[in-house]
């Protein structure tokens, strides 16, 4: 349900209870639901972590079946909101944007937001593959192995050249 926040109104009322109760508020979101969706919870978010998996328009459509237009857009502008902290998070999925020049390409995009220094990449993994099989759907990435340690230092090492901190997980 959270991926595009399909219930807007549940999450801003919540996020602002919360903080009317001096808890810490965060939002884990691709950011794929309209800007006017968002903006109404900003006002009650600390931390916003928004996953970007591609650059690239076209790419990200097939693998994903949409666009990311919209996602990138909304990545701009919360970030121009100034209204809480942003921590981009690439998902590293071998096949689609495990390499060094998607994540260059992710890292570069993220220096070019108002206020934001940091993007997490978190490796890929199939713990929730077996969801799949309950629902009676396949599971499209069953052959799809974790990237490697050394190879995700190396893509860390790529996003810290462009002056941003980057953590391996979270």
Do not use: W
């Not at 602002?16 to 508020?25: L, Q, V, Y």
């Not at 060094?100 to 993007?119: C, M, Q, R």
Request: aromatic share 8%; glycine share 8%; with cysteine.
């Amino acid at each position: 349900g959270g991926e595009c926040l399909c219930q807007p109104d549940f999450a801003r009322d919540l996020l602002r209870a919360a903080k009317e109760r001096g808890i810490n508020t965060a939002l884990e979101s691709m950011a794929c639901a309209p800007f006017e969706t968002i903006e109404t919870i900003l006002p009650y978010l600390d931390l916003y972590l928004m996953d970007i998996k591609h650059t690239n328009p076209a790419k990200h459509k097939e693998f994903t079946g949409r666009a990311n237009d919209l996602m990138m857009e909304n990545a701009r502008k919360v970030a121009l909101s100034g209204q809480c902290k942003l921590i981009i998070r690439v998902p590293v999925i071998p096949g689609f944007n495990a390499s060094p020049n998607v994540i260059a390409a992710i890292a570069k995009f993220t220096t070019y937001l108002h206020n934001v220094n940091e993007l997490h990449l978190l490796p890929y993994h199939d713990l929730g593959s077996n969801k799949y099989g309950m629902l009676g759907k396949e599971y499209e990435l069953a052959d799809v192995q974790k990237p490697e340690n050394e190879f995700m230092e190396e893509l860390k090492a790529i996003v810290e050249k462009e002056g941003l901190t980057c953590k391996i997980g979270g």
